[in-house]
């Protein structure tokens, strides 16, 4: 895991945040993202890819994230907005919206992902597996992560049937026999289908 930038001669002269998001390939619930910024000299060791640390790991990051970035935020995009505009444009929004919440205005950003819409008039950089390689991202990936688990986790009780304490929205196929039996929650994404493996968008 590199802490340096994708442009190294960014590192010192520009206030840098990595954004990455949570949910996307979700049949319920909302899309998270974040954005965070670190020092420029800053090191973890154990900082990673959320994707690669176990839940309790996650968990025991989240805090120390939060106290040592010089910023972050989190924001959220609904199933009934991800309907309404497709969950890639969402997924950007959720990133936006939480640059927005910002305390710190960034001057460059460096998104997980091989594409971005771009942010105000602020410089980006699109990095393709970053969250295994950026520890901004990195930070970003495990908060929006654990943030949309804990939302998952708070309405998995209204809606016990759906499993959403174990998939946290993700289309297992406990999951998809529970929608193909019962049908759709208010907080399921109704233009993604359920019995395709992969899914798509109508």
């Given at each position: 895991m590199e802490s340096i930038s994708l442009l190294s001669t960014y590192q010192y002269d520009f206030i840098e945040a990595g954004c990455d998001e949570a949910g996307r390939g979700c049949l319920a619930g909302p899309v998270f993202a974040a954005a965070v910024i670190f020092p420029a000299d800053y090191c973890n060791p154990i900082l990673n890819d959320s994707k690669k640390l176990s839940?309790?790991?996650?968990?025991?990051?989240?805090?120390?994230i939060e106290k040592e970035a010089l910023a972050f935020a989190v924001a959220?995009?609904?199933?009934?907005?991800?309907?309404?505009?497709?969950?890639?444009?969402?997924?950007?929004?959720?990133?936006?919206?939480?640059l927005d919440s910002l305390g710190t205005i960034p001057q460059f950003l460096i998104i997980d992902g091989n594409k971005f819409i771009p942010y105000r008039q602020t410089p980006h950089a699109c990095i393709v597996q970053g969250d295994g390689k950026y520890l901004s991202i990195a930070a970003a990936s495990i908060l929006a992560k654990t943030y949309r688990d804990e939302y998952m986790e708070g309405i998995a009780a209204d809606f016990p049937e759906y499993d959403w304490l174990q998939n946290k929205g993700y289309p297992t196929i406990k999951h998809r026999q529970a929608v193909l039996k019962l049908g759709l929650t208010p907080h399921h994404r109704k233009t993604f289908?359920?019995?395709e493996p992969q899914l798509k968008l109508f």
């Open positions: 839940e309790k790991k996650r968990m025991e990051l989240r805090p120390i959220s995009v609904s199933a009934m907005e991800i309907d309404k505009i497709n969950i890639h444009k969402a997924s950007y929004l959720a990133m936006h919206k939480a289908r359920v019995t």
